[in-house]
Protein backbone atom coordinates (compact mmCIF):
# COMPACT_ATOMS: atom_id res chain seq x y z
CA UNK A 1 0.00 0.00 0.00
CA UNK A 2 1.06 3.60 -0.90
CA UNK A 3 0.95 6.94 0.60
CA UNK A 4 -0.66 7.73 -2.26
CA UNK A 5 -3.37 4.80 -1.71
CA UNK A 6 -3.74 5.66 1.98
CA UNK A 7 -4.39 9.69 1.37
CA UNK A 8 -6.99 7.84 -1.24
CA UNK A 9 -8.55 5.93 1.72
CA UNK A 10 -8.51 9.02 4.28
CA UNK A 11 -10.31 11.38 2.16
CA UNK A 12 -13.10 9.04 1.61
CA UNK A 13 -13.13 7.93 5.19
CA UNK A 14 -13.33 11.75 6.09
CA UNK A 15 -16.47 12.03 3.54
CA UNK A 16 -18.05 9.16 5.27
CA UNK A 17 -17.60 10.76 8.51
CA UNK A 18 -19.78 14.15 7.16
CA UNK A 19 -16.95 15.91 6.46
CA UNK A 20 -17.32 18.63 3.77
CA UNK A 21 -14.84 20.25 2.83
CA UNK A 22 -12.45 17.80 2.66
CA UNK A 23 -9.12 19.17 1.26
CA UNK A 24 -5.85 17.59 0.54
CA UNK A 25 -2.27 18.22 -1.13
CA UNK A 26 -2.34 22.22 -0.10
CA UNK A 27 0.74 23.75 1.03
CA UNK A 28 -0.29 27.02 2.84
CA UNK A 29 1.26 27.04 6.68
CA UNK A 30 3.09 24.97 9.32
CA UNK A 31 1.94 22.35 8.56
CA UNK A 32 0.96 20.43 5.47
CA UNK A 33 -2.01 17.18 6.49
CA UNK A 34 -2.71 14.40 4.36
CA UNK A 35 -6.00 15.07 4.26
CA UNK A 36 -8.45 17.29 6.72
CA UNK A 37 -12.38 17.97 6.91
CA UNK A 38 -14.58 19.90 8.60
CA UNK A 39 -17.65 18.41 9.98
CA UNK A 40 -20.33 19.79 12.83
CA UNK A 41 -17.87 18.88 15.96
CA UNK A 42 -14.72 20.80 14.23
CA UNK A 43 -11.99 19.60 12.39
CA UNK A 44 -10.10 15.82 11.44
CA UNK A 45 -6.52 15.81 10.26
CA UNK A 46 -5.40 12.26 9.20
CA UNK A 47 -1.44 12.09 8.25
CA UNK A 48 -1.08 8.87 6.35
CA UNK A 49 1.92 6.64 7.75
CA UNK A 50 3.28 3.68 5.42
CA UNK A 51 6.30 3.10 7.55
CA UNK A 52 7.92 3.25 11.41
CA UNK A 53 10.52 5.35 10.26
CA UNK A 54 7.86 7.51 8.54
CA UNK A 55 5.77 7.79 12.19
CA UNK A 56 9.33 8.62 13.81
CA UNK A 57 9.93 11.38 11.83
CA UNK A 58 6.62 12.91 12.86
CA UNK A 59 7.44 12.68 16.76
CA UNK A 60 10.37 14.51 15.68
CA UNK A 61 8.68 17.46 14.09
CA UNK A 62 8.60 20.54 17.17
CA UNK A 63 5.48 21.94 16.09
CA UNK A 64 2.86 20.73 18.59
CA UNK A 65 1.36 23.78 19.22
CA UNK A 66 1.01 24.42 15.62
CA UNK A 67 -0.97 21.51 14.43
CA UNK A 68 -4.43 21.71 12.71
CA UNK A 69 -7.47 19.66 13.75
CA UNK A 70 -9.60 19.63 16.70
CA UNK A 71 -9.08 15.66 16.44
CA UNK A 72 -5.71 13.91 14.70
CA UNK A 73 -5.72 10.51 13.38
CA UNK A 74 -2.65 8.25 11.87
CA UNK A 75 -4.02 5.79 9.29
CA UNK A 76 -1.41 3.81 8.93
CA UNK A 77 -1.37 -0.12 7.03
CA UNK A 78 -2.86 -3.00 9.24
CA UNK A 79 -0.26 -4.36 11.84
CA UNK A 80 2.16 -1.50 11.45
CA UNK A 81 1.72 0.01 14.67
CA UNK A 82 0.24 -0.75 18.41
CA UNK A 83 -2.94 1.82 19.14
CA UNK A 84 -0.71 1.87 22.62
CA UNK A 85 2.25 3.31 21.16
CA UNK A 86 -0.30 5.97 19.74
CA UNK A 87 -1.61 6.26 22.46
CA UNK A 88 1.71 6.31 24.94
CA UNK A 89 4.16 8.74 22.55
CA UNK A 90 0.98 10.52 20.65
CA UNK A 91 -1.47 11.02 23.01
CA UNK A 92 -3.22 13.58 21.14
CA UNK A 93 -3.95 11.21 17.97
CA UNK A 94 -6.21 8.54 17.03
CA UNK A 95 -5.45 5.32 14.76
CA UNK A 96 -7.31 4.25 11.45
CA UNK A 97 -5.97 1.41 9.41
CA UNK A 98 -7.73 -0.38 6.41
CA UNK A 99 -8.65 -4.17 6.57
CA UNK A 100 -10.24 -4.37 2.92
CA UNK A 101 -12.31 -2.24 1.89
CA UNK A 102 -13.27 -1.61 5.57
CA UNK A 103 -11.48 1.09 8.02
CA UNK A 104 -11.05 0.43 11.64
CA UNK A 105 -10.58 2.49 13.84
CA UNK A 106 -7.72 1.43 16.69
CA UNK A 107 -7.99 4.18 18.70
CA UNK A 108 -10.26 6.73 18.96
CA UNK A 109 -8.78 10.38 18.69
CA UNK A 110 -9.56 12.38 21.42
CA UNK A 111 -10.66 16.19 21.32
CA UNK A 112 -7.52 18.32 21.43
CA UNK A 113 -7.05 21.19 23.86
CA UNK A 114 -5.21 23.94 22.04
CA UNK A 115 -5.66 22.93 18.23
CA UNK A 116 -4.36 25.90 15.84
CA UNK A 117 -7.37 27.49 14.36
CA UNK A 118 -5.49 30.33 12.71
CA UNK A 119 -3.54 27.81 10.88
CA UNK A 120 -6.52 26.64 9.41
CA UNK A 121 -7.98 29.49 8.70
CA UNK A 122 -5.03 30.07 6.30
CA UNK A 123 -5.46 27.04 5.45
CA UNK A 124 -9.12 27.24 3.74
CA UNK A 125 -8.53 31.13 2.88
CA UNK A 126 -5.01 29.80 0.36
CA UNK A 127 -7.66 26.80 -1.11
CA UNK A 128 -9.99 29.41 -2.06
CA UNK A 129 -7.48 31.49 -3.47
CA UNK A 130 -5.97 28.47 -5.31
CA UNK A 131 -9.73 27.43 -6.55
CA UNK A 132 -10.43 30.93 -7.75
CA UNK A 133 -7.22 30.98 -9.68
CA UNK A 134 -7.78 27.45 -11.49
CA UNK A 135 -11.16 28.65 -12.41
CA UNK A 136 -9.89 31.64 -13.88
CA UNK A 137 -7.27 30.17 -16.21
CA UNK A 138 -10.50 27.58 -17.14
CA UNK A 139 -12.46 30.90 -18.18
CA UNK A 140 -14.70 30.74 -15.28
CA UNK A 141 -15.98 34.15 -13.89
CA UNK A 142 -15.55 33.51 -10.08
CA UNK A 143 -17.15 35.63 -7.62
CA UNK A 144 -14.95 34.60 -4.25
CA UNK A 145 -17.51 36.20 -2.03
CA UNK A 146 -20.63 34.95 -3.45
CA UNK A 147 -18.49 31.72 -3.37
CA UNK A 148 -17.58 31.99 0.13
CA UNK A 149 -21.27 32.50 1.33
CA UNK A 150 -23.17 30.16 -0.98
CA UNK A 151 -20.92 27.47 -2.71
CA UNK A 152 -23.22 26.74 -5.17
CA UNK A 153 -23.50 28.40 -8.90
CA UNK A 154 -24.27 31.74 -7.39
CA UNK A 155 -20.45 32.00 -6.83
CA UNK A 156 -19.41 30.69 -10.48
CA UNK A 157 -20.53 31.70 -13.49
CA UNK A 158 -19.43 29.60 -16.72
CA UNK A 159 -19.10 30.81 -19.91
CA UNK A 160 -21.58 28.89 -21.78
CA UNK A 161 -19.57 27.29 -24.75
CA UNK A 162 -18.04 25.15 -21.04
CA UNK A 163 -21.05 25.25 -19.20
CA UNK A 164 -22.14 20.92 -19.22
CA UNK A 165 -24.91 20.31 -21.52
CA UNK A 166 -24.44 23.28 -23.33
CA UNK A 167 -26.70 23.56 -26.22
CA UNK A 168 -26.44 27.15 -28.70
CA UNK A 169 -30.88 26.35 -28.88
CA UNK A 170 -33.27 25.14 -26.60
CA UNK A 171 -34.51 21.67 -27.33
CA UNK A 172 -37.84 21.76 -29.65
CA UNK A 173 -39.80 20.35 -26.65
CA UNK A 174 -38.47 22.93 -24.29
CA UNK A 175 -40.00 25.55 -26.25
CA UNK A 176 -43.34 26.89 -25.86
CA UNK A 177 -45.23 29.05 -28.39
Not at 6 to 34: F, K, M, N, T, Y
Not at 74 to 100: M, N, R, T, W
Not at 167 to 177: C, K, Q, S
Request: aromatic fraction near 6%; hydrophobic fraction near 40%; glycine fraction near 8%.
Amino acid sequence: MTHADLCERAIRWLRGQRCDPVLHGIASSAEIPDAIGWGSDGSIVIECKISIGDLLRDKRKNHAEKRMGDRRLFLCPFGLVAAGYIEKHFPDHGLLSPQGRKMTVLRTAPIRQHPNHRSEVRYLRFALIHARSNLLKLGCGVDLAALCQFFGEDGISLPAEKRPFYRPDPLPELVRA
